[in-house]
């Protein structure tokens, strides 16, 4: 028996459209002791993104669905509590695809496992946040697909959350006009007043296009897509010949019960003459600058730079709401789930 207690949320039957009651549950899961080279884990943070929706479903994608009775995949900040590998020692914090659950085992030298080196000034949940995949992604989209010159204009959507907090700022810093969309008043109001975009659009108030031409009167240089549906139709019209689209995911499609059904980015630019460029990536394209991008980050960070909100469920079992309430853009800024300390 293993001295740790160990609840896990695992899919329970597959969601048809939004998540119900039943689909994904909370359960006693044993903590398998490590075998020669592994390390045993505590789960301290847990970080709740939009890709773990799809992943939930039965289709083919860049990534394997999650399998029935499995805890839901995801990325934590975790600290070694027990070791049997000379790569990591107890007490080590580390970022690791844990899934949603209180403790796991696995090797030390496992992919997608990093020691964090925390620099004075960042929380540690930050390498999840804007320091961590979602701001690396955002930075490496912006940076490498988008190719940001002095003067274009950048749009970003889901502008307040992680990915979109550090394309804008990452924007400004080239030189770019950059124009946030987000959904109310006061989502709107912190990207420009604090985050420092040009201008924001709010899609729930009724006028997208109108705003949106309002707001860049230049046309589109770069639009970062986050959400798709209503707002790339919004922006198609205003891209700019030459202009490039990094297509991160399009999470109002992420609940759909069919995806046969639904009109893609990739459907929609197709459609404009000429064709702007635009690819689908993923952050492990980058995964060799890991580091160099993650100390990036964390730099301006600690300058007072980069600047980040914050959305924070208590306890495993609040995960499911918290999760429900993202995809749905409840929450304002990074979800996270706190689970010890």
């Known amino acids: 028996m293993s001295q740790y207690q160990n609840r896990a949320i695992v899919l329970k039957q597959r969601p048809d459209g939004e998540i119900q009651e039943g689909d994904l549950v909370m359960e006693e899961r044993p903590v398998r002791k490590p075998e020669e080279g592994e390390v045993v884990a505590q789960v301290l943070w847990l970080s709740l993104d939009p890709y773990m929706?799809?992943?939930?479903?039965?289709?083919?994608s860049y990534m394997d669905p999650i399998e029935i009775d499995e805890p839901i995949v995801g990325e934590s900040v975790a600290r070694i509590v027990e070791s049997r590998s000379d790569k990591l020692k107890v007490g080590d914090l580390v970022t690791c695809y844990s899934g949603w659950q209180e403790y796991v085992t696995f090797p030390a030298d496992a992919p997608m496992v990093?020691?964090?080196?925390?620099k004075e000034g960042v929380p540690v949940?930050?390498?999840?946040?804007v320091a961590g995949m979602p701001g690396r992604t955002g930075y490496c989209g912006l940076t490498y697909v988008g190719k940001p010159k002095p003067g274009e204009t950048v749009v970003?959507?889901?502008?307040?959350?992680?990915?979109g907090t550090v394309v804008g700022q990452t924007a400004k810093t080239v030189g770019c006009r950059v124009v946030g969309i987000a959904g109310g008043p006061e989502k709107c109001s912190y990207v420009v007043d604090e985050l420092g975009f040009d201008a924001c659009v709010d899609y729930k108030a009724g006028n997208l296009e109108a705003d949106l031409k309002a707001a860049c009167p230049d046309g589109i240089d770069i639009y970062y897509e986050n959400v798709g549906g209503a707002v790339t139709r919004a922006v198609a019209p205003l891209l700019n010949p030459g202009a490039r689209v990094p297509i991160c995911g399009f999470v109002s499609a992420y609940n759909a019960k069919s995806t046969d059904k639904i009109e893609t980015p990739f459907d929609i630019l197709k459609r404009l003459d000429p064709v702007p460029e635009h690819r689908f990536f993923l952050v492990t394209e980058w995964q060799d600058k890991h580091q160099e991008i993650t100390d990036i980050l964390t730099s301006r960070i600690a300058s007072g730079e980069l600047k980040y909100r914050e959305t924070v469920a208590e306890g495993l079992e609040n995960a499911v709401e918290a999760f429900k309430g993202m995809l749905k853009g409840k929450n304002f800024g990074k979800q996270l789930v706190h689970i010890a300390d």
């Open 156 to 163: 970003v959507s889901a502008a307040s959350g992680p990915v």
């Open 53 to 60: 929706r799809p992943r939930m479903n039965d289709a083919k």
């Open 125 to 129: 949940q930050a390498y999840l946040g």
């Open 114 to 118: 990093y020691k964090i080196h925390q």
